[in-house]
């Protein structure tokens, strides 16, 4: 038998999730991945770029793919293509996450398939940091993204949480498909997305978790 919760735990995505990656990180990120497998892998900036989005869609992460496949040292390749000499110029996020965050009940993890320097440096940017107990990057995970299970158990494990109290809020429905099987509770994140049947909850924007977590909180 499971041992009742203490209060809620908050597991969230980062990028497309508490911010919109998509318009200026997830670009850089990209390019600055490419130019590593042309660089290390001695590849055209086609054939690297090609490279780069197959081992993303086969694995969930391109380092994965790398790693397996080429040997590829990690640290070296987050550090390298994780540099970002203006990253608060590039933020796109809303100013009122803080207040939606403060007002949040329960304990606040952000679990990212990002390294964890880049997501604390994103959530610092952001003016956030101070609402989560923890950040759990890719390095926590033992380089296992999700929706890898073992990425969720290392995460379980290491911070002592029963997958029965968390909430985990993500854009990605593949990765909530994990947590659903954990016992989580999931909420999706995104506009004009299908919600998978095993998707609790689903909002078109972050600031929309609020109200949606009335059907989500023990009553």
């Excluded at 690297?48 to 390749?77: I, Q, S």
């Excluded at 679990?111 to 959530?123: E, H, I, K, T, W």
């Excluded at 509770?185 to 997305?193: Q, S």
């Amino acid at each position: 038998m499971s041992k009742p919760c203490a209060g809620p735990v908050w597991l969230f995505d980062l990028d497309n999730t508490l911010h919109n990656a998509s318009a200026h990180i997830f670009p850089h990120i990209n390019v600055s991945m490419t130019a590593y497998l042309a660089r290390h892998l001695a590849l055209s900036e086609e054939d690297a770029n090609t490279l780069r989005v197959r081992y993303w869609r086969r694995y969930g992460a391109t380092l994965t793919g790398l790693m397996r496949h080429h040997g590829v040292d990690p640290h070296h390749f987050l550090a390298e293509t994780h540099r970002f000499e203006r990253l608060h110029a590039m933020m796109v996020f809303d100013r009122a996450l803080g207040a939606l965050l403060r007002r949040l009940p329960g304990r606040k993890i952000v679990f990212s398939n990002g390294p964890q320097r880049y997501a604390g440096a994103v959530l610092e940017a952001m003016g956030i940091r101070r609402h989560f107990a923890a950040v759990y990057g890719i390095e926590q995970m033992r380089f296992h993204p999700k929706p890898e299970m073992r990425a969720f158990r290392h995460l379980l494990h290491d911070l002592r949480l029963p997958p029965q109290c968390c909430i985990m809020v993500e854009d990605s429905a593949e990765n909530l498909r994990t947590a659903r099987r954990l016992g989580m509770k999931t909420v999706l994140v995104g506009r004009g997305v299908k919600k998978p049947a095993y998707v609790d909850v689903r909002i078109a924007s972050i600031l929309d978790l609020r109200r949606a977590a009335g059907r989500l909180l023990p009553r």
